[in-house]
Nanobody
């Protein structure tokens, strides 16, 4: 059974940085593409970043140049490094394994002074 567990969220000031982690279990992690989504209050869930098994990446226009997705197959973990954070980045961030439609529980990121 696939399990995804996010961590690393918190409260940060505008312009600050956070690194989110998503640890996977129950799968051969290196075989699967992974994604990060986010959902702000009153808004639909949106795709933030994606990474393939070979390390190719894609980003939402709103985070390009500020966020970086990466993975460590040995640790079965996908990361989201978030820099130059803005108040608009405030949301619950979710890790997703699209092949199995599996989701983590989410981690709250709040950007506020």
């Amino acid at each position: 059974q696939v399990q995804l567990v996010e961590s690393g969220g918190g409260l940060v000031q505008p312009g600050g940085s956070l690194r989110l982690s998503c640890a996977a279990s129950g799968i051969i992690f290196g075989l699967y593409n992974m994604r990060w989504y986010r959902q702000a209050p009153g808004k639909q869930r949106e795709l933030v970043a994606a990474i393939t098994t070979t390390g190719s990446t894609n980003y939402a226009d709103s985070v390009k140049g500020r966020f970086t997705i990466s993975r460590d197959n040995g640790k079965r973990t996908v990361y989201l490094q978030m820099n130059s954070l803005k108040s608009d980045d405030t949301a619950v961030y979710y890790c997703n394994l699209p092949r199995m439609d599996s989701w983590g529980q989410g981690t709250q990121v709040t950007v506020s002074s």
